[in-house]
């Protein structure tokens, strides 16, 4: 007996050293705000220093403007032009996101036709490869001669370039639902709008999510392309023109300063986008799961 108690002591000791649920709970929710933390910290810290080390080397140089500009030039010409420059971003952004919006609509329907008709897939699925294999500066001045407004043209030129990446990533979705929940469904009987809602749907929505990501950039890529293409100018364009007016008036600092605004916004987009992922998938799968390390 005294042999054995000896034993049990450093087990009891150990069980009570050890953690509660509550303490453990705690590290995990300080590990999770480091990580996040360190996610906006380092890259904000890596940009700084490098808008740093720019403005340094044009200083030191003596790098005349129109040629490269500093930060500091590329911010004050960014605010003293804000008015001309936050109508074109507006302009912008309303033309990518109803352009992604058209694209999730489209891509999400035929998709679902895809899916559920093999003689829709068959003849149609060559049709928008073609359309993704296709250089949207190539049919972009087909597509403006043969649409009359400027801006439907702008919008279906950013349509095209935004659309197969929601369908094919949304196709492949549908398609990849386990074949023995397929059989089970269909033993138990239930309807083709049971199937999709419980089975294939939760299945797609990851690459759905995956596919919105990149087409949310593309969109806007298409949008600056086609107007790119279009040469437009007036009050209603949008950072395109600023910046093609900018180079023919060889303002170097007002197209950067434009060039900054569509890098920005490019970025907002994938944040946004990234952030509703992580909402929608963040608590049931993997791709977006928070693991202990």
Known sequence: MASTSITEQPALAQLQDAPSAAQLQARDERLRRRESLLRIVVPIAIVAGLLALWEVLVRVNNVPHYIIPAPSLIFTTLIDNWDTLSSALWFTVKLTLLALAAAIVGGVLLAIAFALFKWVEIGLFPIAVILQVTPIIAIAPLILI????????????????????????????????????????????????????????????????????????????????????AGTAGRETGLASRILESSFRTEIPMMFAALLLVSLLGIVIFIVFAALSRMVLGHWHESEMRRER
Do not use: H
């Open 146 to 229: 043969y649409v009359s407004s400027t801006t439907a043209a702008l919008l279906l030129c950013a349509w095209i370039v935004a659309f197969f990446p929601i369908l094919s990533n949304t196709v492949i979705g549908l398609k990849s639902a386990d074949s023995n929940l397929r059989d089970l469904f269909q033993l138990y009987k239930a309807s083709p709008w049971q199937t999709f809602r419980y089975l294939l749907a939760p299945s797609a929505l990851p690459y759905f999510m995956a596919g919105l990501k990149i087409a949310g950039g593309l969109s806007l890529v298409g949008a600056v392309v086609a107007e790119f293409t």
